[in-house]
Structure formats: structure tokens, C-alpha cells
């Protein structure tokens, strides 16, 4: 869950300013389909997420990146297979 529109929330776990994400990683589940694992980088830290949708994928990097001044305009049609971009 994305918090005025700079802060992800995993709820009852974990808040991260995504002001502090260094970078994103992310691929799909090579055993589950349609699951997404996501790691936030932070210094030497790292925090991951799990979800089951590519709206989220796509949600989290967007923000991430506007956060950062910039557009990605990433769509959930270029998340996901063998080589994480379709």
C-alpha cells in the first residue's frame, strides 16, 4: 500500500520511505505464476515484499520513480516471464 504518495506500508510489518530506496528489484515467482517477489535496496539493507499482482509491481516502481523525478510510466504489461520485462 503506497501512503501519500511516498511512503509503502506492508500492514502490521513495515514502512519504507521510498526517498531512501537506493533501487528496485523484482521478478516473478519461477515455482508460484502470477507471484512477484520485490526487494527495496537500501544502503547495505534490503526489505522484501511479496505480492500476487503486477498492478502492484507496476504501482510501487512508478511511485518509486516519480519520487526520484522521474516518469517511467511502467505498465503492468512489462512485468513478468522468464526475463522479468516482456
Known sequence: ???KER???LKNN???D???VDFITF???EKVAGE???KFHLGTKECRFRTDTKEQ???IINTWAEIHGKELSLHETEIG???EWA
Open 81 to 83: 516471464g522468464a526475463n
Open 57 to 59: 509491481v507496476t504501482e
Open 18 to 20: 521510498l526517498i531512501n
Open 36 to 38: 512477484f517477489w520485490i
Open 27 to 29: 521478478k516473478e515467482n
Open 1 to 3: 500500500m503506497i501512503l
Open 7 to 9: 511512503y509503502f506500508m
Open 14 to 16: 513495515y514502512i519504507i
